[in-house]
């Protein structure tokens, strides 16, 4: 999920098909973790969230996973429609100086083809 | 939707004058937070509130100013802009600061 210089990783999938976006975060420490979706000229919506005591969240059409061994994180969709046509990136909750800051990654574009 | 707006959603804006971006939520939530937002970079924390008159700074604070005299509004002021803050602006609220955050639909500011 992360990007190099100004371009987004980008996925593309076909209607219906599962979408599998990943996460690389770099702090051990962290405990608690988030999916947004943004749309186009949007604010970023809350989709999903982890917290480290858990290796796998689902809600509907949606799984995370959290893999803390190698510091990854996953979120699927299931039967990808047009509408999930957005940017998606994650975020850790991150300790730092003594207070807790939530980190984002720079995102991942989904294409969803019809 | 959480009960979050900005204002105002769009602003063009010239180099040296002042600007101030409000947020107001009806959650009655105790954090508020600016971001920026740019290509490349992500979301950048600004400065963030937890609670009445309590501000912080985030990681790119250097030209901008917040003040919060009420728990539902939140604002982000820069003195004097320039075009390096032509960015899109983006105000969020969680209840503790280990939660989940919640985001308004952003103010696009564009510095002339």
């Known amino acids: 999920g992360e990007s190099v210089g100004l371009h987004l990783p980008t996925l593309s999938v076909q209607e219906g098909d599962n979408s599998i976006i990943n996460c690389a975060y770099s702090n051990s420490a962290s405990d608690y973790f988030i999916w947004y979706k943004q749309e186009s000229g949007k604010g970023p919506q809350f989709i999903i969230d982890?917290?480290?005591?858990?290796d796998k969240r689902q809600g509907q059409r949606v799984t995370v996973l959290l893999n803390k061994t190698v510091k990854h994180l996953s979120l699927q969709i299931a039967a990808t429609q047009p509408g999930d046509s957005a940017v998606y990136f994650c975020?850790?909750?991150?300790?730092?100086?003594?207070?807790?800051?939530?980190?984002f990654g720079k995102g991942t574009k989904l294409t969803v083809n019809p | 939707d959480a009960g979050i707006t900005q204002s105002p959603r769009h602003k063009v804006t010239e180099t040296g004058t002042p600007v101030t971006l409000r947020c107001h939520q009806t959650?009655?939530?105790?954090?508020m937070y600016w971001y920026r937002q740019d290509p490349g970079h992500g979301l950048r924390l600004i400065h963030y509130?937890?609670?009445?008159?309590?501000?912080d700074k985030g990681e790119v604070s250097d030209g901008y100013s917040v003040s919060r005299s009420k728990t539902e509004d939140f604002l982000l002021t820069l003195e004097s802009a320039t075009s390096s803050q032509t960015s899109v602006y983006f105000c969020?609220?969680?209840?503790?600061?280990?939660?989940?955050?919640?985001f308004g639909p952003g103010t696009r500011l564009t510095v002339l």
């Open positions: 969020a609220i969680s209840d503790r600061q280990s939660d989940t955050q919640y």
């Open positions: 975020a850790e909750n991150r300790e730092k100086g003594g207070s807790e800051k939530l980190v």
């Open positions: 982890i917290r480290s005591n858990m």
């Open positions: 959650e009655n939530h105790r954090y």
């Open positions: 509130s937890y609670g009445v008159k309590d501000t």
